[in-house]
């Protein structure tokens, strides 16, 4: 008689199912192509990586003899998480968050899928603490969704080779809002940084590179390399920011 009661109630009440975990998602990373490309030459890169530590990652720019440094972005939020949603006056009143030497100063930043997860306020807080080691031509890479729902933590974020860029998530549900941030809210938000180039994904997500404005207010737009100096030149922005 139990055991019948027993196949009665596993009948009765299936097992829930764990949430699917993400496949890996590769893109053609035009934006991320350009970053190596304007890159410094005749000395090591200097790169900060505000995502989480990665051997593939850490393996790629050890190939180039970069100097990497990693810096989680997400890992320094967390404290300040409330309500689904992050607490920026938490986050501004933590000494820790995202201080560096001021004496450094990086030629890049990778801040992948980690801008979606901030509120607007958080963005202008986390600018305040990278201007500070962003240069005169400091390029910040960025990978913005379009979409209104987002997993609930970042992509883990890999870079398979100079032109493509894997991302992989925990789970596919979607419980997080996404800000689906526009250019003018990115160029108001992240000062000194504004948006140089920007390239629709197939994943409904657009890769957005920005760079540090020079002293006339605009963003360096290319960099050559001529007779072992960095010879700035204009080049046309490409731009393609969906209309909200």
């Known amino acids: ?15 829930r199912e764990a949430p699917a975990e993400s496949r890996p998602v590769r893109f053609r990373a035009r934006g991320f192509s350009f970053l190596l ?10 790169i900060l990586d505000l995502g989480e530590a990665d051997n593939v990652n850490l393996n790629f720019f050890a190939g180039q003899g970069a100097r ?6 997400y890992r320094g939020i967390l404290p300040c ?16 968050f995202l201080r560096f ?4 100063e990086f030629d890049a930043i990778l801040a992948w899928d980690l801008l979606d997860y901030l509120p607007p306020g958080g963005l202008d807080l986390v600018a305040s603490r990278l201007a500070p080691v ?16 987002l997993p609930p933590r970042p992509a883990r974020c890999r870079i398979i080779d ?3 860029v894997e991302m992989t998530h925990e789970t596919e549900v979607r419980t997080f809002p996404g800000p689906r941030y526009t250019q003018a809210q990115l160029d108001e938000s992240l000062t000194p940084f504004r948006v140089e180039r920007s390239y629709l994904l197939k994943i409904h997500a657009q890769e957005v590179l920005l760079r540090t404005e020079d002293s006339t207010g605009s963003a360096r737009e290319g960099v050559e390399e001529g007779s072992g100096q960095r010879e700035r030149h204009r080049r ?6 969906p209309s909200e």
Do not use: H, I
């Not at 046309?236 to 920011?241: C, K």
């Open 68 to 73: 990497y440094t990693v810096e989680s972005l």
């Open 37 to 46: 490309e304007d890159l410094p030459g005749g000395r090591p890169w200097r």
């Open 236 to 241: 046309s922005p490409e731009r393609n920011f």
């Open 1 to 15: 008689m139990n055991g019948l009661l027993e196949l009665f109630r596993r009948r009765k009440e299936p097992e």
């Open 101 to 104: 030497d001021s004496r450094t």
């Open 81 to 96: 998480r409330r309500s689904g949603t992050f607490d920026v006056d938490c986050l501004a009143r933590r000494q820790d």
């Open 162 to 164: 100079g032109e493509t």
């Open 134 to 149: 962003a240069g005169p031509s400091t390029l910040l890479y960025s990978v913005v969704s379009r979409e209104p729902k």
